[in-house]
Structure formats: structure tokens, C-alpha cells
């Protein structure tokens, strides 16, 4: 996927529908109206809303306020906890992916690129990886760091609930580490859904301390210094278009990460189909029935 390739995949974050892009391609305009911004280096402004609500704005202004110090004390972290190997755990997430040479792979929240590093390994040769962010700087960084040769990289600034691509784009979804302070995170886990293929990934995780681990005296202090790992795992949130979902538990317990297969439909259950071998009509449905009476 070109440059070019990628400016005309972008779609309206909000309808889905086609973006017009300027002579020069330093913009796209949506067909209300709403112009996005193709920064010099290729970074797409595709952030909706234009303002954002309070607790994406207060997460977009603490990141860019902290993004040359961010690696080092993101790695403090993952050592408090139980000296988790970070490398390790962050080779770990990014294989529940299953990416191969080729791929086309979205990482929302990519931060300073640490995780986006190795989605461009797996993806190598001729594959794609989309890196978004909600800071402007942080991704600025990532887009510094990382190495492209043998792969397409293209970055967008972007809301993770408002996602600027058709139905079924990517063979796989990344996200880690913000999902607990999305204003709308049902919607995001929508989104992050919706743009994958039917047979591809998603994989999402944050803080939440395993329900286990939660009265151990260390992990209470923990509980009590960052109130984002009082988070409970948010289940109620996946799709019901989904199979092969899986939990794992990383970082010494305080965080969870999920990972689920996208599928075309969402299951059901056969509640009329008759039950085998008896001389009278039962099922779920009568069985249902007689219950609620």
C-alpha cells in the first residue's frame, strides 16, 4: 500500500463513506464538509471529534506532555511488577496476532512505537502497518524511531472509537495500554472490530489486576498509587461477533490481554431444534416456556 494507497483508503470517520483528497494531497474533506490535514511528514490528522471529550483530551495532553520521558517510565513499571521480561511479553501480544509476511496490520495507540516495531517484523516482506495515536507527539516519535525497509508504514493521529476505514480492512488489530481511559470504549471495541477481516485478529489489553492477586498486601499498594489498575477486565464491552476468545493475564498479574478471531456473524443457538430419542416435542424454547410459567 503507496502513500497515495492509504490517503484513499481513509474513509469518514463517523459515516464510512469517501474522502475527497485535494490536488496537492495535503487534505481530505469529507462530504459534510470536514477537512482533515495531511501533515508534511505524512501524518494524517484524522482525529474526530475535532474537540475531544474531556478524557481523551486530558490523555492526548499527558502524553504529549511526556512523550521523551514515556519509554523509561513505562519500563519501571512492567520491572515493579514482579521484574516482568518486558521484551518477552511484548513478543508475546504481538504474536497472539498471527501476522505473516504480507499483512496488513493496524496498531491504535502505537505510542512511541515499541509494539509497532515488532508488528513491521512480522509483516516484512511487502506487508502494511497503520500506526495511530492520539498525541501528535508521541507518534511524531514513533514515526522517528522505526525502521521501513521491506514494509509499507503509514501513520494517522485518530480517536480509537472513530476509526477512518471501511468495514474489514485489516487481517489484524493491536491495542495496548489506553483503552481503560477511552471516553467511549464500548464504541472503540466496536471499531477495532469492525475493521478487521472475518478469520482476523484483535488483540486489546490493560491495566486490571487479576481478581486472585487483588488482596495481596503489594499489589493493594499498587491499587491504591494508580487507580487504573482497579479496572476490571471489560468483557461486557467484546462484540458478539466473535470466536477462539482468550484471556492471559501479563506483567505479573496487572494486566490482562485479550485476544479473539473476528467472525462474519455473531453465533446463536438453535432454540427450536427438536431433542433426540423422545416421543413428544421438547427444545430449548419449550423448556424456556415452562420455566417462566
Not at 71 to 84: I, K, M
Not at 147 to 160: E, K, M, Q, S
Not at 187 to 212: H, M, Q
Amino acid at each position: 500500500m503507496t502513500h497515495q494507497d492509504f490517503l484513499h483508503a481513509l474513509v469518514c470517520p463517523t459515516t464510512h463513506t469517501p474522502l475527497q483528497l485535494a490536488d496537492d494531497e495535503k487534505s481530505l474533506t469529507s462530504q459534510d464538509g470536514v477537512t482533515y490535514e495531511v501533515g508534511d511528514t505524512g501524518i494524517v490528522n484524522m482525529l474526530y471529534p475535532k474537540e475531544l471529550l474531556p478524557d481523551d483530551a486530558r490523555e492526548q495532553y499527558l502524553y504529549d506532555q511526556a512523550f521523551l520521558r514515556y519509554d523509561r517510565g513505562v519500563s519501571w513499571v512492567f520491572e515493579t511488577l514482579n521484574h516482568s521480561d518486558e521484551a518477552a511479553t511484548r513478543a508475546f501480544m504481538i504474536g497472539l496476532m498471527d501476522l505473516k509476511p504480507g499483512m496488513t496490520a493496524l496498531e491504535v495507540g502505537a505510542g512511541t512505537g515499541k509494539d509497532s516495531a515488532l508488528i513491521l517484523e512480522k509483516v516484512k516482506p511487502g506487508g502494511t502497518a497503520v500506526l495511530s495515536d492520539l498525541s501528535p507527539n508521541m507518534l511524531k516519535l514513533a514515526q522517528d524511531k522505526l525502521a521501513v525497509d521491506d514494509v509499507n508504514v503509514h501513520y494517522f493521529l485518530g480517536n480509537g472509537s472513530y476509526l477512518p476505514f471501511a468495514d474489514d480492512t485489516f487481517d489484524a488489530v493491536f491495542h495496548f495500554g489506553g483503552i481503560n481511559t477511552f471516553s467511549e470504549r464500548k464504541k472503540a471495541f466496536d471499531e477495532l472490530t469492525r475493521v478487521v477481516r472475518p478469520g482476523g485478529k484483535v488483540v486489546i489489553g490493560d491495566e486490571s489486576i487479576a481478581p486472585w492477586m487483588r488482596n495481596q498486601p503489594t499489589y493493594q499498594t499498587l491499587w491504591k498509587a494508580n487507580p487504573l489498575f482497579r479496572a476490571e477486565v471489560p468483557l461486557e464491552d467484546v462484540p458478539p461477533n466473535v470466536a477462539n476468545f482468550r484471556l492471559h493475564w501479563v506483567f505479573g498479574n496487572a494486566f490482562y490481554v485479550m485476544e479473539y478471531t473476528v467472525t462474519a456473524q455473531a453465533p446463536e443457538i438453535d432454540i427450536d431444534l427438536p431433542i433426540p430419542g423422545k416421543d413428544f416435542v421438547d427444545n430449548w424454547r419449550i423448556r424456556a416456556e415452562k420455566a417462566g410459567e
